[in-house]
């Protein structure tokens, strides 16, 4: 008696999960089943498209969708012969001799440069694009330069007397004409 007890209780544990496991399997078979009710009604609204509920026809085929696009067949020739009126003609070489005559014409006709400027073809030295990007930089520095010079002569000329405005002028002089022997 003690041990049929434990023998049922140990077949009842088992039998148990089993239909929990039942239950559970329904419960998913049901929820995929809405699942597709819903795709369904998302797609026709999505795409206007009339209710498909996914029954077979009496041929056994699904319902074929007419927005699909039909098959082109360019170089295969289908046995089937619903295939067979989508398949295009064999396509033909077009001769092309007149466009190849018609290019080595326009070929002959160009005409040669008699004169050539050799001031264009001369190479540049290797550093013109660095003077280019620096000239206007340089602007501003002799610029400064030449205040700063302005500004230093004044001074000078305010604290020393006059004998020194003669040396200050000469100063000034030779600076600009050493300024121009460097350029």
Not at 25 to 35: D, F, Q, S, Y
Not at 82 to 99: R, T, W
Not at 138 to 149: D, G, S, V, Y
Not at 153 to 176: C, F, H, M, P, W
């Amino acid at each position: 008696s003690l041990l049929q007890e434990k023998v049922s209780k140990f077949v009842s544990s088992l039998l148990l999960p089993m239909t929990v496991m039942g239950d559970s399997v329904g419960m998913l078979e049901e929820n995929a089943a809405k699942r597709k009710e819903r795709l369904a009604a998302l797609k026709r609204k999505l795409g206007g498209q009339e209710e498909k509920t996914g029954v077979e026809e009496e041929g056994g085929d699904m319902e074929v969708d007419a927005s699909l696009p039909t098959p082109v067949f360019r170089s295969y020739k289908p046995t089937a012969e619903e295939l067979a009126d989508n398949a295009l003609d064999p396509a033909e070489p077009s001769a092309i001799e007149e466009q190849i005559q018609d290019v080595l014409n326009t070929a002959k006709e160009t005409t040669i440069i008699e004169e050539l400027d050799f001031m264009n073809l001369a190479p540049r030295k290797p550093d013109w694009d660095l003077k280019r990007d620096i000239a206007k930089k340089l602007e501003k520095l002799e610029r400064r330069t030449a205040r700063a010079i302005g500004e230093i002569i004044r001074e000078r000329l305010k604290t020393e007397d006059s004998e020194d405005l003669a040396n200050a002028v000469q100063a000034g002089a030779s600076y600009a004409a050493q300024s121009n022997e460097d350029e």
